[in-house]
């Protein structure tokens, strides 16, 4: 199965993305309790936001990504799904 990653790149104006963000991470929680997400996060200086989906196909990731608040709610400009080719992993993370 392989990996996909989502970009979010969040609005100057934090208060929409903060409005959104409860509803954003309650839908990332759901797709990781459901072994789609592997990893999700802002970066430090919160200028934007990764997630690393585990999906059986592209089109997949694309429905997972279409559906995060973030892009349908908005909040954030949303890019991807892009493939991951994925050299090393550590065992505890899914098989690519």
Wanted: cysteine-free; hydrophobic content about 30%; charged content about 30%.
């Amino acid at each position: 199965m392989p990996y996909f990653i989502g970009e979010y790149i969040y609005d100057k104006e934090p208060e929409k993305r903060d409005s959104v963000r409860p509803a954003h991470r309650d839908y990332l929680r759901t797709l990781f309790d459901r072994r789609k997400v592997v990893l999700s996060g802002p970066l430090a200086d919160e200028s934007q936001g990764f997630v690393v989906y585990h999906a059986d196909s592209l089109e997949e990731a694309q429905e997972l990504l279409k559906n995060d608040p973030y892009n349908t709610q908005g909040g954030a400009t949303v890019r991807g799904p892009r493939e991951w080719n994925v050299l090393l992993r550590a065992d505890y993370l899914p098989a690519g």
